[in-house]
């Protein structure tokens, strides 16, 4: 059957998204549906994806066709030949072009009405007031350290008497066959950092495996790259993307390889051991990216319940054993040092306050009792009672004066005390 | 879209009400979670009279150097020092520790490298400083040859324990053993 459809018919294109995004639903809540008035409200929207790999390319294209029309995306890469598999907005003329802008011009090309704004520059590079203009941000991250980055940044974001300080999180990421979606609204929801537990470390080898028993190719690379290198050290120091640092890796793990009599070690697996490379499958990123789109559509129109608001906010995806896929709430950890205990303000007479009437008064004040306190800012350790060798350097800074300390209105001091080992208080000095 | 946050808005007034929180303050730059983390795990330290630690500078809390001298076992008499580099991403990462001394040990190399499970392949967030500090004594008090870095040291406990037991005593004293001369460690 042939498409009655012609392709430059932009209207027929948004029709059946239409009847999805202005129809509630029978578990549509009526207070966040923005029925007729949501084609306007979606392209008045400004919507922020985070990496433009290979959930990235997915991400754009699906919110593009989800009938976003304003959207930034943010990654510091630049196309490599391996990316071609999966990463289908680029072609092998984009090899060393910067992602963000080949993905951009790609999806505009093909959906139109859309516009998509390129950075070529890390998440650090932008600032708060930056943010600030998206009203939803989408991740489609490899790195654990990028999305604890930018989750503390939403976090530290939030301002109470301001609707739009809230920036929901859409969070995607996959591991070969398994991944995860999921909605962080943030200091309501339970963040990354409350659920650092769910990604699981990288699985390390026994070092006293690779030095003695090895029995995996992978074994006599990792051999290689913590014991051989520090022994001989070859180089002064290891850059992974150095072809002869990994060749030099290479040889030595061939060598021990062919000692225990192991198959299989090559210059790619090497690399791909020492960078620490997960096989992405493009089908993965393909549910995922999905996951989080839809979510995205549904956050943006209410046109149907969505992930995280405020119950079910984690979608685990799993592949690896047929297909097997769970959504629970993952629950705020009130401990949480990211999410949790904010600061909260506490008096001070002034600049001229030393620091122990500051901590002494740590134990007057109802809501704090602290007996025992020690405490620190940010780069800067004002007094630990433990372990012994930190309190004797401290010691000297009780009687030292905030401003000597260089503490001012408004900063920041985390205070622990023994009778709350689990948690550490975070208060904001507030200079009357 | 909005209205879902003035719902939320409603709901962490009152929180903020019970907590004594107020917003709009000045921003300055926050205590990371690493380092929050690690103060936690400083003062829940509990190190006894056989250890002590060293901070080269107070302020970096994330480097610093813990000296073992066991009262028991077979490295009784010696004192070993341990370097602590914590990375940011602690304790989703586990932190790096290094022998400082070149010592006669079954699970530690000659470059100083520990063979410690809560190290590398069993870490776990929810595990702490003093997991670290503990079994790093146990090392001294249990060395164990099934899960050998030192092939040789090893190899020498498991043959016979009275040799391997002079071996540790000729090592701490800045002797040779097998060919290698270890650092002097008796205090
Ligand atoms: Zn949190």
């Given at each position: 059957?042939?498409?009655?459809?012609?392709?430059?018919?932009?209207?027929?294109?948004?029709?059946?998204?239409?009847?999805?995004?202005?129809?509630?639903?029978?578990?549509?809540?009526?207070?966040?549906?923005?029925?007729?008035?949501?084609?306007?409200?979606?392209?008045?929207?400004?919507?922020?994806?985070?990496?433009?790999?290979?959930?990235?390319?997915?991400?754009?294209?699906?919110?593009?066709?989800?009938?976003?029309?304003?959207?930034?995306?943010?990654?510091?890469?630049?196309?490599?030949?391996?990316?071609?598999?999966?990463?289908?907005?680029?072609?092998?003329?984009?090899?060393?072009?910067?992602?963000?802008?080949?993905?951009?011009?790609?999806?505009?090309?093909?959906?139109?009405?859309?516009?998509?704004?390129?950075?070529?520059?890390?998440?650090?590079?932008?600032?708060?007031?930056?943010?600030?203009?998206?009203?939803?941000?989408?991740?489609?991250?490899?790195?654990?350290?990028?999305?604890?980055?930018?989750?503390?940044?939403?976090?530290?974001?939030?301002?109470?008497?301001?609707?739009?300080?809230?920036?929901?999180?859409?969070?995607?990421?996959?591991?070969?066959?398994?991944?995860?979606?999921?909605?962080?609204?943030?200091?309501?929801?339970?963040?990354?950092?409350?659920?650092?537990?769910?990604?699981?470390?990288?699985?390390?080898?026994?070092?006293?495996?690779?030095?003695?028993?090895?029995?995996?190719?992978?074994?006599?690379?990792?051999?290689?790259?913590?014991?051989?290198?520090?022994?001989?050290?070859?180089?002064?120091?290891?850059?992974?993307?150095?072809?002869?640092?990994?060749?030099?890796?290479?040889?030595?793990?061939?060598?021990?390889?062919?000692?225990?009599?192991?198959?299989?070690?090559?210059?790619?697996?090497?690399?791909?051991?020492?960078?620490?490379?997960?096989?992405?499958?493009?089908?993965?990123?393909?549910?995922?990216?999905?996951?989080?789109?839809?979510?995205?559509?549904?956050?943006?129109?209410?046109?149907?319940?969505?992930?995280?608001?405020?119950?079910?906010?984690?979608?685990?995806?799993?592949?690896?054993?047929?297909?097997?896929?769970?959504?629970?709430?993952?629950?705020?950890?009130?401990?949480?040092?990211?999410?949790?205990?904010?600061?909260?303000?506490?008096?001070?007479?002034?600049?001229?306050?030393?620091?122990?009437?500051?901590?002494?008064?740590?134990?007057?004040?109802?809501?704090?009792?602290?007996?025992?306190?020690?405490?620190?800012?940010?780069?800067?350790?004002?007094?630990?009672?433990?372990?012994?060798?930190?309190?004797?350097?401290?010691?000297?800074?009780?009687?030292?004066?905030?401003?000597?300390?260089?503490?001012?209105?408004?900063?920041?001091?985390?205070?622990?005390?023994?009778?709350?080992?689990?948690?550490?208080?975070?208060?904001?000095?507030?200079?009357? | 879209?909005?209205?879902?946050?003035?719902?939320?808005?409603?709901?962490?007034?009152?929180?903020?009400?019970?907590?004594?929180?107020?917003?709009?303050?000045?921003?300055?730059?926050?205590?990371?979670?690493?380092?929050?983390?690690?103060?936690?795990?400083?003062?829940?330290?509990?190190?006894?009279?056989?250890?002590?630690?060293?901070?080269?500078?107070?302020?970096?809390?994330?480097?610093?150097?813990?000296?073992?001298?066991?009262?028991?076992?077979?490295?009784?008499?010696?004192?070993?020092?341990?370097?602590?580099?914590?990375?940011?991403?602690?304790?989703?990462?586990?932190?790096?520790?290094?022998c400082r001394e070149k010592i006669y040990h079954p699970n530690i190399d000659l470059e100083g490298k520990v063979c410690l499970n809560i190290l590398r392949e069993d870490w776990k967030p929810v595990l702490n400083l003093n997991a670290v500090i503990v079994g790093l004594q146990f090392l001294f008090l249990e060395p164990n040859?099934?899960?050998?870095?030192?092939?040789?040291?090893?190899?020498?406990?498991?043959?016979?324990?009275?040799?391997?037991?002079?071996?540790?005593?000729?090592?701490?004293?800045?002797?040779?053993?097998?060919?290698?001369?270890?650092?002097?460690?008796?205090?």
């Open positions: 059957m042939t498409s009655q459809v012609h392709p430059s018919s932009e209207p027929a294109r948004w029709r059946y998204l239409d009847q999805v995004r202005t129809r509630p639903g029978p578990f549509t809540n009526p207070d966040l549906f923005s029925g007729a008035q949501v084609a306007a409200a979606m392209e008045s929207m400004k919507i922020l994806v985070i990496g433009a790999g290979g959930l990235g390319c997915e991400i754009l294209k699906n919110l593009a066709l989800s009938g976003f029309k304003n959207i930034h995306v943010i990654d510091m890469d630049t196309i490599d030949i391996s990316n071609l598999n999966r990463q289908f907005l680029f072609r092998q003329d984009d090899v060393g072009k910067s992602k963000a802008e080949v993905a951009a011009r790609f999806v505009e090309r093909r959906v139109r009405g859309v516009k998509i704004t390129p950075h070529n520059k890390r998440i650090q590079d932008f600032d708060e007031d930056f943010y600030m203009q998206f009203q939803l941000v989408v991740c489609g991250l490899d790195s654990i350290e990028a999305r604890r980055w930018i989750n503390a940044t939403l976090v530290n974001m939030v301002d109470e008497d301001v609707e739009d300080s809230y920036k929901p999180l859409i969070d995607g990421g996959t591991e070969g066959f398994k991944g995860q979606a999921r909605v962080i609204i943030p200091t309501v929801t339970s963040c990354i950092e409350c659920q650092l537990d769910m990604h699981a470390p990288r699985a390390a080898v026994p070092l006293c495996t690779l030095a003695s028993i090895p029995r995996q190719p992978e074994h006599c690379i990792e051999w290689a790259h913590v014991i051989a290198w520090d022994q001989e050290k070859p180089f002064p120091a290891l850059d992974k993307d150095d072809p002869e640092h990994i060749s030099w890796l290479y040889q030595k793990a061939l060598a021990r390889a062919q000692e225990f009599n192991i198959q299989g070690v090559t210059y790619s697996l090497t690399q791909g051991v020492v960078k620490n490379i997960i096989p992405a499958i493009a089908a993965t990123n393909s549910v995922i990216a999905a996951a989080c789109c839809n979510e995205a559509l549904k956050i943006a129109s209410g046109c149907a319940p969505a992930l995280g608001l405020p119950d079910n906010n984690y979608m685990m995806y799993s592949g690896n054993d047929a297909i097997y896929t769970y959504t629970f709430q993952h629950q705020r950890k009130e401990d949480c040092p990211v999410c949790g205990n904010r600061p909260r303000d506490l008096p001070v007479s002034g600049p001229q306050q030393t620091l122990r009437d500051l901590l002494d008064s740590l134990a007057d004040r109802p809501e704090a009792q602290l007996k025992q306190p020690s405490a620190r800012a940010v780069g800067k350790t004002l007094y630990m009672r433990v372990p012994e060798s930190l309190e004797k350097q401290t010691r000297p800074n009780l009687d030292k004066t905030l401003a000597e300390l260089g503490l001012e209105d408004g900063q920041e001091i985390a205070v622990s005390d023994p009778a709350f080992a689990t948690v550490v208080f975070r208060f904001m000095l507030r200079f009357k | 879209m909005l209205k879902i946050w003035s719902m939320k808005k409603e709901q962490q007034k009152a929180e903020n009400a019970a907590e004594g929180t107020t917003a709009a303050a000045p921003k300055k730059k926050k205590v990371t979670a690493a380092q929050l983390r690690v103060q936690k795990d400083l003062s829940e330290l509990s190190l006894g009279n056989t250890m002590s630690t060293e901070f080269p500078d107070p302020d970096d809390i994330l480097s610093f150097i813990l000296y073992i001298e066991p009262d028991e076992g077979m490295y009784k008499g010696g004192r070993f020092s341990f370097t602590f580099n914590i990375p940011t991403s602690f304790p989703h990462e586990p932190p790096k520790v290094q040859a099934s899960d050998p870095l030192n092939k040789e040291a090893a190899e020498d406990l498991r043959n016979t324990r009275e040799m391997f037991k002079r071996n540790v005593r000729t090592a701490m004293a800045g002797g040779t053993v097998r060919g290698e001369t270890y650092h002097k460690v008796l205090v």
